[in-house]
């Protein structure tokens, strides 16, 4: 009798432990967070990335319009004033690290390029003029006896949990490029005094 007063106790007892539900959804949330936090600030970093990309693109684009509709020439001056515009234009973020390089290259009738003239911000790398484009230009752009106007927008952005990027990617920053071919429109060629 004892032995079985023993068993349904025991059996009372695993019974009991089996159907407890107290604590479940504290472990439940604890194991779903990290997930979420994770989730939460990839979601963010992401977004800032996208965004930022586009205003790269922006600036790109801005930078080679701005040169393209040039009625006269452009001095290095006019170019440095484009430049700190593009410190606006991807504000809030730092333009501390854009390179940004503005050219004109022409073709030959050969539809051989060369590049007339280029000017860099401070981040930036002059083209060598005379020489041939370091990118490569589409034919359909480059038409022979043209010339088009290349702006070329490098951003590295570095996200704010780049430690936890660099643990993902194997490095704590996105390089974004962007580069934008336009025509002259109110000359054959625009020319650049001191570039």
């Known amino acids: 009798m004892h032995m079985l007063r023993i068993c349904r106790k025991v059996s009372r007892a695993k019974r009991s432990f089996t159907e407890d539900q107290n604590g479940v959804a504290a472990v439940e949330f604890a194991l779903v967070v990290p997930i979420l936090i994770v989730l939460f600030f990839g979601s963010v970093e992401l977004s800032n990335a996208v965004t930022v990309d586009r205003k790269v693109s922006q600036v790109a684009l801005t930078m080679a319009d701005l040169v393209a509709q040039s009625k006269d020439r452009v001095t290095p001056n006019e170019m440095n ?24 290259v ?72 962007s580069t934008y071919f336009l025509q002259p429109r109110q000359l054959d060629t625009v020319p650049c005094n001191g570039c």
């Open 81 to 104: 004033e484009y430049f700190d515009l593009s410190d606006t234009m991807v504000a809030p973020f730092s333009a501390a690290d854009m390179e940004i390089v503005v050219s004109s």
């Open 106 to 177: 022409s073709a030959d009738e050969d539809g051989n390029l060369e590049v007339d003239w280029s000017h860099a911000n401070s981040n930036g790398s002059k083209w060598s003029k005379g020489a041939v484009p370091p990118i490569t230009i589409p034919d359909e752009v480059a038409t022979p006896n043209s010339s088009i106007v290349v702006t070329e927008v490098k951003f590295e952005f570095k996200p704010l949990f780049g430690a936890i990027f660099n643990d993902i990617t194997g490095s704590s920053a996105i390089n974004l490029e």
